[in-house]
């Protein structure tokens, strides 16, 4: 239930929605100054959750900076949040626009930074089909060449609760000792280091999939972008989602 309702008051909180109602109260509404005022607030809103400037200082922020790594130091696991993939009509994987948690990971393990990657993921829609994203991504690291003993695979948790609690489940199977890199997309560490953490795993942030706040101020972030509407649905979940953690104690 908790799966069900955190997805629904995510989307009941996305901007574009108050927008569209609004626009429709305006249009259809007999009262001029109803009409004046949804229409108002219809731009408004539409204009601030637009903004490019607005979303970049929100996310300096609330983005979790990497943390320094010792030099020379050997991690044993490359913890990667799932969320990197999408899937067609016949569950063929697809890479998403989150596709540099994989290529971190990749990273760390090519560069003998960590010895293992475990990505953790299997499907997190509300109607799940065929397709678990951790079995597909073990077919694209093999491709990628990393050996299958560096590859530790996770394919049923629907979200970061159970990307957390099924992870140590199978770290501890494999007796990988922390501290483990965290990789996960810069917008979701905040949310998903405070899940790991309660949870008793001992991780290092190592943020990536940077899709916002990286750049230095311009007069163009002040132009409506459509673009940041998408980025603030991203941050409006995560801001939604520690909030309830915290409520229930999950984080």
Same mark, same amino acid.
């Given at each position: 239930?908790?799966?069900?309702?955190?997805?629904?008051?995510?989307?009941?909180?996305?901007?574009?929605?108050?927008?569209?109602?609004?626009l429709l109260v305006s249009l259809?509404?007999?009262?001029?100054?109803?009409?004046?005022?949804?229409?108002?607030?219809?731009?408004?809103?539409?204009?601030?959750?637009?903004?490019?400037?607005?979303?970049?200082?929100?996310?300096?922020?609330?983005?979790?900076?990497?943390?320094?790594?010792?030099?020379?130091?050997?991690?044993?696991?490359?913890?990667?949040?799932?969320?990197?993939?999408?899937?067609?009509?016949?569950?063929?994987?697809?890479?998403?626009?989150?596709?540099?948690?994989?290529?971190?990971?990749?990273?760390?393990?090519?560069?003998?930074?960590?010895?293992?990657?475990?990505?953790?993921?299997?499907?997190?829609?509300?109607?799940?089909?065929?397709?678990?994203?951790?079995?597909?991504?073990?077919?694209?690291?093999?491709?990628?060449?990393?050996?299958?003993?560096?590859?530790?695979?996770?394919?049923?948790?629907?979200?970061?609760?159970?990307?957390?609690?099924?992870?140590?489940?199978?770290?501890?199977?494999?007796?990988?000792?922390?501290?483990?890199?965290?990789?996960?997309?810069?917008?979701?560490?905040?949310?998903? &280091?405070?899940?790991?953490?309660?949870?008793?795993?001992? *991780?290092?942030?190592?943020?990536? /999939?940077? +899709?916002? =706040?990286? #750049?230095?101020?311009?007069?163009?972030?002040?132009?409506?972008?459509?673009?940041? &509407?998408?980025?603030?649905?991203?941050?409006?979940?995560? *801001?939604?989602?520690?909030?309830? /953690?915290? +409520?229930? =104690?999950? #984080?």
């Amino acid at each position: 239930m908790f799966f069900i309702l955190s997805k629904v008051l995510a989307f009941l909180l996305f901007p574009i929605l108050y927008v569209f109602v609004l626009l429709l109260v305006s249009l259809f509404s007999k009262n001029a100054k109803r009409k004046r005022i949804c229409l108002l607030l219809a731009v408004a809103i539409l204009y601030f959750f637009s903004n490019p400037f607005l979303i970049n200082r929100f996310a300096k922020l609330w983005d979790v900076p990497p943390a320094k790594l010792e030099n020379g130091k050997v991690y044993s696991t490359a913890i990667v949040l799932g969320g990197f993939a999408s899937y067609d009509s016949k569950a063929n994987g697809l890479f998403s626009t989150a596709a540099d948690r994989f290529i971190q990971g990749v990273l760390l393990q090519k560069s003998g930074r960590v010895q293992h990657i475990l990505v953790t993921g299997g499907n997190g829609n509300l109607n799940p089909g065929s397709f678990r994203e951790g079995s597909w991504a073990k077919t694209q690291l093999s491709a990628a060449q990393i050996p299958d003993s560096c590859i530790l695979i996770e394919d049923q948790s629907r979200n970061t609760l159970e990307n957390a609690s099924l992870s140590k489940a199978l770290l501890q199977k494999y007796k990988q000792q922390g501290p483990y890199l965290l990789v996960t997309s810069a917008f979701h560490m905040r949310r998903s &280091l405070r899940i790991f953490k309660k949870a008793g795993i001992d *991780v290092i942030p190592y943020p990536c /999939n940077y +899709i916002a =706040g990286t #750049g230095d101020f311009s007069v163009w972030e002040f132009v409506p972008d459509a673009d940041t &509407l998408s980025k603030w649905n991203n941050y409006i979940k995560e *801001v939604v989602g520690v909030t309830v /953690n915290l +409520i229930l =104690g999950q #984080g």
